[in-house]
């Protein structure tokens, strides 16, 4: 029983004073319990443990094998005087030239191969995070009356997004089309979806391009994600044509991934630019938010409304290595995790229509134990590829130790309760977990063990622009660079989930100090922030 207890978190909310009845005057409230996020620090799978591994040791043999080189070159040369030592190269030279030769043969083509084999660097030159115009800005009470003079929902489901609203998180400067702004009729239209991608996505790009000083016709990869909103033709073809591009260019346009899907497409664009040197890759993470818009009165189908707000993020790659100097991070590490083989993480997040035949994305209760779950694998993955040796050990140890002799335990150590937990504050020195909503996030901290100022990004982020979908991860890099906290050789933590299910995240190392750019979303209030 104590561990069903455990499962769950209850909190008391609509305080209030009973106004009619016999118990009029007396206080009133009412108990809300929640699903918590599973305790995955303390269930790791060691498969998991074993396939980060796996990737360490694939990417890091060099580091293994060229030690022991060294010491065994160095205990050989390091017996003989510096006399002895001349004398003999010379000899050896003079005597045996041909195996001087061949052995600087090898030694030539063993660095070639190494050199060519190595993985290109890829090089985060700099992004664009788009900001609607003023107009389209709405606080929650401006949401609710939006809301209520479109005569699309009953009492009930008002009050619903009220809660959902007041519990959210989100502030009172968000924005949301101006389709659902002035509009009391059906907004999931082609032509409202047509019109809102390009607001938002050619704002974004506009801005990149103006801050790179790279041409369109220079950009040999484009990746676009949206998930709901999938035209034809595709949102990569919009991009190309308004542009001009080049006819070339190698477009992708990925749908229904969910707000995972940026880091998708910087995975997909890192793969293709190995595979093409000397080029440019551009990412467009977006969203559409009134061909979202939901009118139906289901409750599980009207939460993406009270969260979802306009967004899109624009984002430069290159491999070229002239771009070292001018570029502002370096990818590190991508690891992915896809849950979809299971029924219920499948559909945990499901797009469909509800009784009346309105067209709607379901959230499903399970949601946050689902999203656990895959986050739990994720991490476990990739903390043999960035945590410290110490760290690693520890957590290593431990684990393998559970594995092994837990069960024979009599449970009576507090050792054997409780594996070690890995301090990921020592991998990385910034946080940018994707802003889904203040209780995920509070769940989040908790199991991670992070502070306030590691969550402080992604919780304004929140606050300031609401969920903008698979480009949240990047409002909260612009929010660390507006406050100018990103320094040379810092590590960068991207984390995002979303439909599938999938938990993914990537690493980004800063190549230089980031001071406060000359275009940037939060330019104009990020001395508000932190806000409480």
């Known amino acids: 029983m104590a561990s069903e207890r455990d499962m769950f978190s209850a909190e008391i909310v609509n305080r209030g004073i009973e106004s009619t009845g016999p118990n009029a005057g007396s206080l009133t409230f009412s108990v809300r319990v929640r699903r918590r996020l599973p305790d995955f620090l303390q269930s790791v799978n060691l498969k998991y443990v074993k396939l980060g591994y796996h990737y360490l040791i694939n990417h890091g043999i060099y580091l293994f094998t060229i030690p022991v080189l060294l010491v065994v070159f160095s205990a050989e040369v390091g017996s003989l005087s510096k006399e002895d030592l001349w004398k003999k190269l010379w000899e050896d030279a003079r005597y045996d030239l041909a195996t001087v030769l061949a052995s600087f043969g090898v030694l030539v083509f063993t660095f070639s191969v190494y050199f060519m084999s190595r993985p290109r660097p890829i090089y985060l030159i700099d992004f664009a995070c788009y900001k609607p115009q003023d107009e389209l800005k709405v606080s929650r009470e401006q949401f609710m009356e939006v809301a209520r003079r479109s005569g699309k929902f009953d009492e009930g489901s008002l009050e619903f997004q009220k809660r959902m609203l007041m519990s959210s998180g989100i502030g009172d400067e968000t924005y949301i089309p101006k389709a659902v702004i002035s509009s009391a009729e059906n907004t999931a ?11 938002v996505m050619f704002g974004a790009l506009d801005e990149l391009f103006e801050k790179t000083r790279v041409r369109p016709k220079d950009v040999g990869v484009l990746v676009v994600n949206c998930s709901i909103f999938n035209p034809t033709p595709s949102l990569s073809a919009m991009i190309i044509n308004h542009y001009k591009m080049r006819g070339n260019i190698l477009s992708y346009n990925l749908g229904g991934m969910g707000c995972s899907a940026g880091i998708i497409g910087v995975d997909l664009a890192k793969d293709i630019l190995q595979a093409n040197p000397n080029n440019y890759a551009v990412v467009v993470s977006t969203e559409m938010v009134a061909f979202n818009w939901y009118q139906g009165k289901n409750r599980s189908m009207l939460i993406p409304n009270c969260f979802f707000r306009m967004g899109c993020s624009a984002l430069l790659l290159s491999n070229r290595r002239r771009d070292y100097s001018r570029a502002k991070y370096r990818l590190e590490h991508v ?17 469909e229509e509800d009784e009346q035949k309105l067209k709607g994305l379901k959230i499903s209760k399970d949601l946050i134990e ?37 069960s024979k335990s009599d449970g009576n150590s507090p050792s054997m309760k409780k594996p070690y937990i890995p301090d990921y504050k020592l991998a990385f020195e910034h946080f940018c977990v994707h802003a889904a909503s203040k209780t995920i996030l509070d769940e989040l901290q908790r199991n991670l063990e992070l502070s306030d100022k590691n969550m402080e990004a992604s919780r304004m982020t929140l606050h300031r622009f609401g969920n903008t979908s698979s480009s949240s991860i990047w409002y909260e890099l612009a929010y ?15 984390l995002a989930f979303g439909s599938g ?18 275009r940037n979303p939060w330019l104009d209030c990020i001395n508000r922030y932190p806000v409480v």
């Open 189 to 199: 239209t082609m032509k409202e979806g047509r019109a809102e991608a390009s607001m």
């Open 335 to 351: 690891v992915r995790t896809h849950k979809g083989a299971d029924d219920r993480s499948f559909r945990c997040v499901y797009q």
């Open 370 to 406: 689902i999203g656990g779950d895959a986050l739990k694998t994720n991490i476990t993955t990739l903390g043999p590829l960035v945590l410290p040796f110490s760290e690693q050990l520890l957590f290593f140890g431990t684990l393998v130790w559970r594995h092994l002799f837990g």
């Open 480 to 494: 660390m660079e507006a406050k100018e906290s990103v320094r040379r050789g810092d590590r960068v933590w991207q």
């Open 501 to 518: 299910f999938k938990c993914n995240s990537v690493v980004w190392r800063a190549m230089r100090r980031v001071t406060k750019p000359s």
